[in-house]
């Protein structure tokens, strides 16, 4: 189960990540029906970074994929990604740095980080996972 608790603990993991790391990023924690959990914007990172971190998770959530995956689909049905983002409120955010979170087999909601490059985003939100869940 996807708890506040577990959330927080998910954006320390990835605050302490980033900065060994040397990036400066935005987390969200959202549940498997998308809704925000927590959100955390590290010092210095940029202002519009937590709603495209917001998106990323989602998009995790929603289609219990990383969102990366979702990348590759937009670029081949670019009406259809355009579609579903206006039927989202522009939540879908085909991009790279959203994970699902998966507790015993099930995706329980996604977590999704921005600021640095999307692969870099990828792994902090992986290696947070990773540390917090095994």
Known sequence: MLTLDLA??????AEEEARDGGFKLAFVVVDAGGHLVAVARMDGADWITPEVAHGKAWTAAA????????????KNLIAFAGSIS??????YTPQVGGLPIVIDGEVV???GASGAKGTEDEAVVRA??????G
Do not use: D, N, W
């Open 128 to 133: 947070a996972l990773e540390r917090v869940l």
């Open 63 to 74: 289609y219990r994929v990383p969102s990366a995956e979702h990348g590759e689909k937009a």
């Open 8 to 13: 927080r603990r998910l954006l320390e993991a």
């Open 86 to 91: 206006i039927a989202t409120q522009g939540r």
């Open 109 to 111: 909601g996604g977590m």
